[in-house]
């Protein structure tokens, strides 16, 4: 689990606020994702970057916007968020293969409360 | 897009007991199954998965059986212990899309000593 580490673990923002989630992974590998985890939910993909190219974004209220400097760290800014938005923010890396599919590492996660 | 229906969503066996949790998915294109093994407090962790090009895959306790015919695989933990208990999740992927998973909706596994 150490491989991919987020911060902070545990977060509580009002509405108007604006924060940023943190991941960072140390397995060298290219490709990063943020999922959303819900109570009572599926795990959704949020985001995903390959390549720290913006690859997929899953039909995601532009109050959330991800940011990929290096193929090691993934950011998620967060700005004007609704209740509902509380959840579990999971990050996860893996290594791409050009045709291949590819195991993802998941970090332990940023429990958010929008208060 | 891909749907994968995963039954049950809570399982409760005994110590030493075998536990089974099935996943159907709908696009037969996918052709990659992890299962994930989440516990408090913790993010998913990968324990075992299985490509199309294989009927069955065993590590230790823990088996994945595939049926592409009728889209669905299982994961089977067999002598079970109260370290097991946690949520599970199946997912299924397609190769060369970008490695997205679509995930189960998990099954809480409770393991009573």
């Known amino acids: 689990e150490t491989g991919v580490t987020q911060t902070p673990r545990h977060l509580v923002m009002g509405m108007t606020n604006k924060k940023s989630l943190k991941c960072e992974q140390h397995?060298?590998?290219?490709?990063m994702y943020w999922y959303k985890q819900s109570a009572k939910k599926p795990l959704e993909l949020m985001f995903v970057y390959n390549f720290k190219e913006q690859t997929e974004n899953n039909s995601v209220p532009s109050r959330f916007s991800p940011e990929c400097p290096n193929s090691s760290h993934l950011f998620l800014h967060l700005h004007t968020l609704q209740p509902e938005d509380s959840a579990l923010y999971l990050c996860a890396s893996s290594q791409a293969r050009a045709g291949g599919t590819y195991e993802q590492y998941f970090g332990p996660g940023t429990r958010l409360t929008v208060t | 897009g891909e749907n994968v229906e995963q039954h049950p969503s809570t399982l409760s066996v005994q110590e030493g007991d075998s536990a089974v949790i099935k996943c159907t998915y709908s696009d037969s294109a996918s052709n990659y199954f992890p299962w994930y093994k989440q516990e408090l407090g913790k993010g998913p962790q990968l324990i075992i998965d299985i490509r199309s090009n294989v009927g069955e895959k065993k590590d230790q306790r823990i088996a994945v059986t595939l049926n592409k015919t009728a889209k669905h695989f299982s994961l089977h933990i067999t002598e079970t212990q109260p370290e097991d208990s946690a949520v599970y999740f199946c997912a299924a992927s397609i190769s060369g899309a970008g490695n997205m998973l679509t995930f189960g909706g998990g099954t809480r596994l409770m393991v009573k000593p």
């Open positions: 397995l060298g590998h290219n490709a």
